[in-house]
T-cell receptor, first 113, second 112 residues
């Protein structure tokens, strides 16, 4: 079946612009996670959803970052007023429940000029 | 100190060698994951374990909860095993227990 998909695969934007990143999880997966991987750095947790709610927002780096999930499916991660330090690969993962193996999408490479 | 430490950071070996990558963590956990990230960037979950040992093909993962340590072994290594291997823990002590905390990864290169 289809895996986790993310769009766009690449995004280049100018500093100060807003961007929206999209994640389509595997159908039926109730848990959805956002991570980012900066150049040369390890993976960093951003936020997770259980259904449409986000019980843990502790990983969001600043109030410029927000995320939502609608219909227990698609999620969007929005970064407002992008900064150069936001440049990274943003990864989405989903799992049937929070205690299960996570399936990762291919990521969105964001470059802020 | 990072909550999850991996060693070595880089490992180069010849095809056929037995490979061991180590992961130590400093918090109580509910599960530990081993992930593989190929040069193209895609991440694949290899194992999720909370006790004992799991085997899949040439890959074996073990965990010792008392010692807060896990190992990933690759038998009869092959150049296609070249990737970054990442250890991640799901902790019930770190705020937000359903997130994963990641190690920095081990870059493995297997030469023909």
């Amino acid at each position: 079946g289809a895996g986790v998909s993310q769009s766009p695969s690449n995004k280049v934007t100018e500093k100060g612009k807003d961007v929206e990143l999209r994640c389509d999880p595997i159908s039926g997966h109730t848990a959805l996670y956002w991570y980012r991987q900066s150049l040369g750095q390890g993976l960093e947790f951003l936020i997770y959803f259980q259904g449409n709610s986000a019980p843990d927002k502790s990983g969001l780096p600043s109030d410029r970052f927000s995320a939502e999930r609608t219909g227990g499916s698609v999620s969007t991660l929005t970064i407002q007023r992008t900064q150069q330090e936001d440049s990274a690969v943003y990864l989405c993962a989903s799992s049937p429940v929070t205690t299960d193996t996570q399936y990762f999408g291919p990521g969105t490479r964001l470059t802020v000029l | 100190k990072n909550e999850v430490e991996q060693s070595p950071q880089n490992l180069t070996a010849q095809e056929g060698e037995f490979i061991t990558i180590n992961c130590s963590y400093s918090v109580g956990i509910s599960a530990l994951h081993w992930l593989q990230q190929h040069p193209g960037g895609g991440i694949v979950s290899l194992f999720m374990l909370s006790s004992g040992k799991k085997k899949h093909g040439r890959l074996i993962a073990t965990i010792n909860i008392q010692e807060k340590h896990s190992s990933l072994h690759i038998t009869a290594s092959h150049p296609r095993d070249s990737a970054v291997y990442i250890c991640a823990v799901r902790s019930y002590i770190i705020q937000g227990a359903q997130k994963l905390v990641f190690g920095q990864g081990t870059r493995l290169t297997i030469n023909p």
